[in-house]
């Protein structure tokens, strides 16, 4: 595709529910990242993907939060029993090869809202 | 602990006006260091790239430099016009899995 596209744009859910949000990279762009920005704030890592496997997932906060790419190209993350500190921006990024080495594209993130 | 530290946090300038924000690290091992800009609800979008042996890389209007032996960078930007209002992350790639390490960003905002 021309870029990173992530859906939805903004999702508002109440607390304790499960929600899934989607990014699909750049055709052809192995490495994936997906990042959580909260406000006023720099985006913080969560994980990152080398083709279909997680290479690094030391950011994902705790066991609530999960990520998949099952096919190396569109990746999921999923958060299960949604806390209102799960509120922010989730950025998605993809780069040819791993990111220390090529230009790394970014998504317009989803807003997830708890209430 | 790989970091990266910005100052200022914001910056008001006037329109035209020159500007230069800041950015220390501390990551290991450092591969490359990014300036990207952040427009308000939008995506980071790059502006530069540079590895440890590129002192200085400019892209239009705004100019990087790297200075590698005491881990700082900075971003100058010339002639600064409204479309430049939004936050300029500096990012570290290296450490462990060469993943992406963010600072908080410094937020602009350039008033006519």
């Known amino acids: 595709g021309a870029g990173v596209s992530q859906t939805p744009s903004n999702k508002v859910t109440e607390k304790g529910k499960y929600v899934e949000l989607r990014c699909d990279p750049i055709?052809?762009?192995?490495?994936l990242y997906w990042y959580r920005q909260s406000l006023g704030q720099g985006p913080e890592f969560l994980i990152y993907?080398?083709?279909?496997?997680?290479?690094?997932d030391s950011g994902l906060p705790n066991d609530r939060f999960f990520a998949v790419r099952p096919e190396g190209s569109v990746s999921t993350l999923k958060i299960q029993r949604t806390e209102r500190g799960d509120s922010a921006v989730y950025l998605c990024?993809?780069?040819?090869?791993?990111?220390?080495?090529?230009?790394?594209?970014f998504g317009q993130g989803t807003r997830l809202t708890v209430v | 602990k790989n970091q990266v530290e910005q100052s200022p946090q914001s910056l008001i300038i006037l329109e035209g006006k020159n500007c230069t924000l800041q950015c220390n690290y501390t990551v290991s091992p450092f591969s490359n260091l990014r300036w990207y800009k952040q427009d308000t609800g939008r995506g980071p979008v790059s502006l530069t790239i540079?590895?440890?042996?590129?002192n200085t890389k400019s892209n239009g209007r705004y100019t990087a430099t790297l200075d590698a032996d005491t881990k700082q960078s900075s971003l100058h930007i010339t002639a600064s016009q409204l479309s430049d209002s939004a936050s300029y992350i500096c990012v570290v790639s290296g450490g462990s899995q060469g993943n992406l390490i963010f600072g908080k960003g410094t937020k602009l905002s350039v008033k006519p």
């Open positions: 990024a993809s780069s040819l090869q791993g990111a220390w080495n090529t230009e790394a594209f």
């Open positions: 055709s052809g762009h192995t490495a």
């Open positions: 993907f080398q083709g279909t496997g997680a290479a690094d």
């Open positions: 540079m590895t440890f042996s590129e």
